[in-house]
T-cell receptor
Framework: KAGVTQTPRYLIKTRGQQVTLSCSPI?????VSWYQQTPGQGLQFLFE???????NKGNFPGRFSGRQFSNSRSEMNVSTLELGDSALYLC???????????FGQGTRLTVV | QQQVKQSPQSLIVQKGGISIINCAYE??????FPWYQQFPGKGPALLIA?????SEKKEGRFTISFNKSAKQFSLHIMDSQPGDSATYFC??????????FGDGTTLTVKP
């Protein structure tokens, strides 16, 4: 069974630009969560989607948004990028809301 | 607000020794406590998890001890091996599905 796939693996963007990251969950999983990982702040929860609906949201500004499609694939968008948005963005999929989470390898975003 | 405090930040253990990582939480709404292992360049992988109705759970060399009254839980790695060298994260999740992670512990097991 294929694991969680995140694309792209690496990305370099300029301050002020916007970016879209993609996550394909494990087949059959309906819940997708997004996290930001930085050396200084650790793993911070961004949001969770379940059956195309946002179920939970972390404490991030509105520049961070996401969506989930009918096939459970999810995208995360960050607009007006800031230098501080440089981080590893991780996606995790679960069979159902609240069940065991499996992480992808992440997308390393660098904002210059 | 740091809802899950993890210690130590780094840990060096000799091969064959016991590695112990501790976490403390504040929110009594947490009802699921997983531990994740992360190698460089990889995403975190679920190692072992416990629910608050159990005081201990063991899987192979990995054991979680849970103290509900003290709001603390810990990971014990018995017979630590160099291959266990990684960053370990504790986490706590509410029944609404919202997870909070500790800051991580970098474990180095010396051969």
């Amino acid at each position: 069974k294929a694991g969680v796939t995140q694309t792209p693996r690496y990305l370099i963007k300029t301050r002020g630009q916007q970016v879209t990251l993609s996550c394909s969950p494990i087949s059959g999983h309906r819940s997708v969560s997004w996290y930001q990982q930085t050396p200084g702040q650790g793993l911070q929860f961004l949001f969770e989607y379940f059956s195309e609906t946002q179920r939970n949201k972390g404490n991030f500004p509105g520049r961070f948004s996401g969506r989930q499609f009918s096939n459970s694939r999810s995208e995360m968008n960050v607009s007006t990028l800031e230098l501080g948005d440089s981080a590893l963005y991780l996606c995790a999929s679960s069979l159902d809301h609240g069940s065991e989470a499996f992480f992808g390898q992440g997308t390393r975003l660098t904002v210059v | 607000q740091q809802q899950v405090k993890q210690s130590p930040q780094s840990l060096i253990v000799q091969k064959g020794g016991i590695s112990i990582i501790n976490c403390a939480y504040e929110n009594t709404a947490f009802d699921y406590f997983p531990w994740y292992q992360q190698f460089p360049g990889k995403g975190p992988a679920l190692l072992i998890a416990i629910r608050p109705d159990v005081s201990e759970k063991k899987e192979g060399r990995f054991t979680i001890s849970f103290n509900k009254s003290a709001k603390q839980f810990s990971l014990h790695i018995m017979d630590s091996q160099p291959g266990d060298s990684a960053t370990y994260f504790c986490a706590a999740r509410t029944n609404a599905g919202k997870s909070t992670f500790g800051d991580g512990t970098t474990l180095t097991v010396k051969p």
